[in-house]
């Protein structure tokens, strides 16, 4: 579905976080799933790249500042494009 509808998906399945240009999934269910990622940061018109997975307890991230730690990663691929692993696709 990201692939596809990237930023038209349905309303607050892709929101923001508190850092710019980190965006998280949300995924309901008895553990709030909140993988985080990017748009990009190579190719930002054709690529997300998923940078950290993250639960969600009590309106707080599980890792603590998450986010933070998904930026420093976007700034590792961004210096560095070779370190990302291929994409998969698997159905």
Do not use: W
């Not at 508190?18 to 930002?44: A, E, F, S």
């Not at 018109?45 to 603590?64: A, N, Q």
């Amino acid at each position: 579905m990201l692939t596809s509808k990237g930023h038209e998906l349905f309303p607050h399945v892709l929101t923001d976080t508190p850092t710019p240009g980190i965006q998280k999934l949300r995924v309901k269910g008895k553990v709030q799933l909140r993988p985080m990622l990017c748009k990009g940061p190579i190719d930002n018109e054709k690529e997300y790249t998923l940078l950290i997975g993250v639960t969600e307890r009590d309106s707080k991230f599980v890792p603590d500042k998450a986010d933070q730690t998904a930026n420093q990663r976007k700034q590792i691929i961004k210096n560095n494009p070779t370190r990302r692993c291929p994409n998969e696709r698997i159905s």
